[in-house]
């Protein structure tokens, strides 16, 4: 998707990837939006499993993808 942007950005060699600047914040923040979009599709994916066979197994597959979505796109953590 957008590897070639996020390498170019970390391999900014000026006062930008110093941490905590633009680019490096940049960087960080495509990735977490690529790892939610990525779980997204999975978690739709199994959604539609789940909808063709309603059996346990794929409920149970679905609603831990929609969990693992939640918690990228929302930023929530993990329960301890």
Avoid: C
Avoid at 4 to 20: A, C, N, S, T
Avoid at 38 to 46: A, N, Q, S, T, W
Avoid at 52 to 59: C, G, M, Q, V, Y
């Amino acid at each position: 998707m957008t590897d070639d942007l996020v390498k170019r950005l970390r391999e900014v060699k000026d006062w930008w990837r110093e941490p905590g600047r633009t680019a490096e914040q940049a960087a960080d923040r495509i990735e977490a939006l690529e790892k939610a979009l990525r779980l997204g599709v999975d978690m739709r994916e199994k959604q539609k499993t789940y909808f063709k066979d309603r059996s346990k197994e794929n409920l149970i597959a679905s609603k831990q993808a929609e969990t693992a979505f939640d918690r990228a796109a929302l930023g929530e953590k993990k329960d301890d």
